[in-house]
Each structure stands twice: as structure tokens, then as C-alpha cells.
Nanobody, 119 residues
Framework: QVQLVESGGGLVQAGGSLRLSCAAS????????MGWYRQVPGKQRELVAA???????NYIDSVKGRFTISRDNAKNTVYLQMNSLKPEDTAVYYC?????????????WGQGTQVTVSS
């Protein structure tokens, strides 16, 4: 059974920092592309950052230079360090695991964690 469990969300003032964590089980973590998405009511879920099995990263433009995605394969955990937070970063953040076909395939989601940035 696949589980992705996020933690680290909360309320922070603009300019502050938070670190999100996502602990995975039931997948071959080291082979997965891991991503952080976010969603606000009435809008589509958007990819914020992703990290490949080889450690390559990419980010949406609005978070470049402020957010950092990283992974610890020994702990089956992916992180999102969020600095210089802005009110527009307020959203529910979801962890995603994309497992390649050659190790079983599948897209998996966590339950989400709320991030609220006050102005």
C-alpha cells in the first residue's frame, strides 16, 4: 500500500520560512520523480517543484530563488524548503510520486498540507 504523508504546513508571516516534508512508503522511492504541487480553491492544481531520481530539479518561475526541493533516499523523504514566503504562496500543498513503468508505474498523492502566508 502506497502512502505519502506530508507535514510542515502552517501559518507564517510574509517573508518567513517553512519546510514541508513528505514521507513515502510502498514505492521504490529512489526511482520515483517526486513533486510538490499546490492548489487554491477554484484553481487547477499546479506543479511547484520536482526532483528526478538523479537529483535534477525544476521550479515554476514564481518560486525560483525562494523554494528548494530536495530528497533523502535513505529516509524515503522529499522536502520543500520555502523561504521569503508571500501571501500568494497560500495554498494546499500536495506531494506527488511518479513511479516509472519499469518499476510498476503509477502516480500517487499525499493528503495535502495547508500553507497560509499572512501579509
Amino acid at each position: 500500500q502506497v502512502q505519502l504523508v506530508e507535514s510542515g504546513g502552517g501559518l507564517v508571516q510574509a517573508g518567513g520560512s517553512l519546510r514541508l516534508s513528505c514521507a513515502a512508503s510502498g514505492i521504490i522511492f529512489s526511482r520515483n520523480v517526486m513533486g510538490w504541487y499546490r492548489q487554491v480553491p477554484g484553481k487547477q492544481r499546479e506543479l511547484v517543484a520536482a526532483i528526478s531520481s538523479g537529483g535534477n530539479t525544476n521550479y515554476i518561475d514564481s518560486v525560483k530563488g525562494r523554494f528548494t526541493i530536495s530528497r533523502d533516499n535513505a529516509k524515503n523523504t522529499v522536502y520543500l524548503q520555502m523561504n521569503s514566503l508571500k501571501p500568494e504562496d497560500t495554498a494546499v500543498y500536495y506531494c506527488n510520486a511518479h513511479q516509472p513503468i519499469f518499476v510498476g508505474g503509477g502516480d500517487y498523492w499525499g493528503q495535502g498540507t495547508q500553507v497560509t502566508v499572512s501579509s
